[in-house]
């Protein structure tokens, strides 16, 4: 580490507590697409995306454009107090997209908590009912309530109890874990049985695709029979795209790799390329449930927030980032799995679009291939209940000789671990 980054290091650890921890002991000085500079001049490929905010990648022309022409009209007024059209505009787009059945009315808020309290808020309105029901390994946010709907103790919940009642927590359906879909569907029943009555529940949240718990796909069959659960008890499925939405599986939403829809969706992140903007679309009725003022927020639909979310959704349709995210995911998971073949380190892989992961049987593996993937230009992330699994965010405008780049890299990175690790049990 260099003298000026050491120096950084120890500012920060004076100025910040250490519940704020970050990855890198390196700093962001420039970002442009797919690339990150620090302030000395070094460059990584970066395939973590800001957790998932950049399908878009960094400072998208079209985006400075927008929110640069914005700027001289207007930066904030608060939505609820002086309304803008330009709000309404977006609502209307997302509302003509959003995989909901019959006609959708949206809200805006600006982080993904933000979108998923107020959902489960929403629902409560319109049920007249207080429970929760959440799955096991899910991420959902980390203030109270969305803390207490994530399926994850160690680092989110820790310290910070006792959580809010009636939240209770499914299993989730994993082939690598053993979890059936048969067995998921029973622990609904065990909680009906033993914690709540199903005539109690507002609303079920999931993700269609995990993010932090290791991007486990709900099967179809299992998305199918939750909505049928649902509907048999009057009971709203949520679903959080927060970490899925916007081109990022080869749909513009999960839920569209579905046949059934559900009745409210959270979204965030890469919704307006990286500036804070969320939201929570839904069926008219249901969304209408709460009173006036019983949405919104100072900063809820920011205007500068909503004009680069005008922008994002001209990009994945004007450079069909949809289509863009099926091919590159392909690719990527074609890669891995032939690694897979010669490897008895990887436990599984799993691809989605361009919501692919890696999992391996050993956290230090993972951890290990974070490490010398960044030693060598990469940026990774990791997830999953043990953080064995690396998941890759690249932007999806990234260019085609860039990602092959970032592919070797990754393959010789993979070969040197993979060495590593049949070394060490030799050894042993």
Same mark, same amino acid.
């Given at each position: 580490?260099?003298?000026?980054n050491?120096?950084?290091?120890?500012?920060?650890?004076?100025?910040l *507590?250490?519940g704020?921890?970050?990855?890198?002991?390196?700093? /962001? %000085?420039?970002?442009? $697409?797919?690339?990150?500079?620090?302030?000395?001049? $070094?460059?990584?490929?970066?395939?973590?995306?800001?957790?998932a905010?950049?399908?878009?990648?960094?400072?998208h022309?079209?985006?400075?454009?927008?929110? =640069?022409?914005?700027?001289?009209?207007?930066?904030? @007024?608060?939505?609820?107090?002086?309304?803008?059209?330009?709000?309404? =505009?977006?609502a209307?787009?997302?509302?003509?997209?959003?995989?909901?059945?019959?006609?959708?009315?949206?809200a805006?808020?600006?982080?993904? =908590?933000?979108?998923?309290?107020?959902?489960?808020?929403?629902?409560?309105?319109?049920?007249?009912? *207080?429970?929760v029901? %959440?799955?096991?390994?899910?991420f959902?946010?980390?203030t109270?309530?969305?803390?207490?709907?994530?399926?994850k103790?160690?680092?989110y919940?820790r310290?910070? #109890?006792?959580m809010?009642?009636?939240?209770?927590?499914a299993?989730?359906?994993? %082939?690598?874990? #053993?979890? @059936?879909?048969?067995?998921?569907?029973?622990?609904?029943?065990?909680?009906?049985?033993?914690?709540?009555?199903?005539?109690?529940?507002?609303a079920?949240?999931?993700?269609? &695709?995990?993010?932090?718990?290791g991007?486990?796909?709900?099967?179809?069959?299992?998305? /199918?029979?939750?909505r049928?659960?649902?509907?048999r008890?009057?009971?709203?499925?949520i679903?959080?795209?927060?970490?899925?939405?916007?081109?990022?599986?080869?749909?513009?939403?999960a839920?569209?790799h579905?046949? &059934?829809?559900?009745?409210?969706? @959270?979204?965030?992140?890469?919704?307006?390329?990286?500036?804070?903007?969320?939201?929570?679309?839904?069926?008219?009725?249901v969304?209408?449930?709460?009173?006036?003022?019983?949405?919104?927020?100072?900063?809820?639909?920011?205007?500068?927030?909503?004009?680069?979310?005008?922008a994002v959704?001209?990009?994945?349709?004007?450079?069909?980032?949809?289509?863009?995210?099926?091919?590159?995911?392909g690719?990527?998971?074609?890669?891995?799995?032939a690694?897979?073949?010669?490897?008895?380190?990887?436990?599984?892989?799993?691809?989605?679009?361009?919501?692919?992961? /890696?999992?391996?049987?050993?956290?230090?593996?993972?951890? =290990?291939?974070?490490?010398?993937?960044?030693?060598?230009?990469?940026?990774?992330?990791?997830? #999953?209940?043990k953080? $064995?699994?690396?998941?890759?965010?690249?932007?999806?405008?990234?260019?085609?000789?860039?990602?092959?780049q970032?592919?070797?890299?990754?393959?010789?990175?993979?070969?040197?671990?993979?060495?590593?690790?049949?070394?060490?049990?030799?050894?042993?």
């Open positions: 580490m260099s003298e000026q050491i120096l950084m290091q120890q500012r920060k650890a004076q100025a *507590p250490r704020t921890g970050t990855l890198c002991d390196w700093y /962001v %000085a420039r970002a442009e $697409n797919a690339t990150l500079w620090d302030n000395e001049g $070094n460059s990584w490929i970066d395939f973590a995306g800001g957790i905010v950049l399908n878009t990648g960094h400072r022309p079209r985006i400075e454009q927008a929110v =640069a022409h914005q700027l001289t009209k207007f930066t904030h @007024t608060a939505f609820q107090i002086t309304p803008y059209e330009s709000y309404i =505009a977006l209307e787009r997302i509302n003509q997209r959003v995989p909901v059945a019959g006609q959708a009315k949206t805006f808020f600006t982080t993904g =908590a933000e979108a998923v309290e107020n959902a489960v808020k929403i629902a409560r309105a319109y049920t007249r009912r *207080p429970g029901i %959440a799955f096991g390994n899910a959902h946010g980390r109270l309530m969305t803390m207490a709907m994530t399926g103790v160690a680092p919940k310290d910070f #109890g006792p809010p009642a009636s939240v209770f927590h299993r989730y359906p994993s %082939a690598v874990q #053993g979890i @059936t879909i048969d067995a998921a569907l029973a622990s609904l029943d065990a909680l009906f049985t033993q914690d709540i009555a199903p005539q109690d529940v507002a079920i949240v999931l993700e269609p &695709v995990q993010g932090e718990g991007f486990h796909a709900a099967p179809v069959e299992f998305m /199918v029979r939750l049928e659960l649902a509907d008890y009057g009971i709203l499925l679903a959080d795209e927060v970490q899925s939405g916007f081109a990022r599986t080869g749909k513009l939403f839920m569209e579905y046949p &059934v829809q559900a009745d409210l969706i @959270t979204m965030a992140k890469s919704l307006a390329g990286g500036l804070p903007l969320s939201a929570v679309s839904g069926r008219s009725e969304m209408d449930a709460p009173g006036p003022g019983g949405l919104g927020g100072t900063y809820a639909g920011n205007p500068l927030a909503i004009a680069a979310a005008h959704l001209d990009v994945i349709d004007e450079e069909q980032l949809c289509a863009r995210a099926a091919e590159l995911g690719r990527l998971e074609s890669e891995l799995q690694f897979r073949k010669q490897c008895p380190a990887i436990a599984d892989v799993r691809a989605l679009g361009s919501m692919v992961a /890696v999992e391996f049987t050993e956290t230090a593996t993972a951890q =290990a291939v974070q490490k010398k993937a960044m030693e060598n230009g990469l940026l990774l992330l990791t997830c #999953g209940a953080g $064995n699994v690396i998941r890759f965010l690249y932007p999806l405008t990234i260019p085609d000789q860039q990602f092959r970032a592919l070797d890299i990754l393959t010789s990175v993979l070969n040197h671990c993979a060495a590593d690790v049949e070394k060490n049990v030799v050894t042993a």
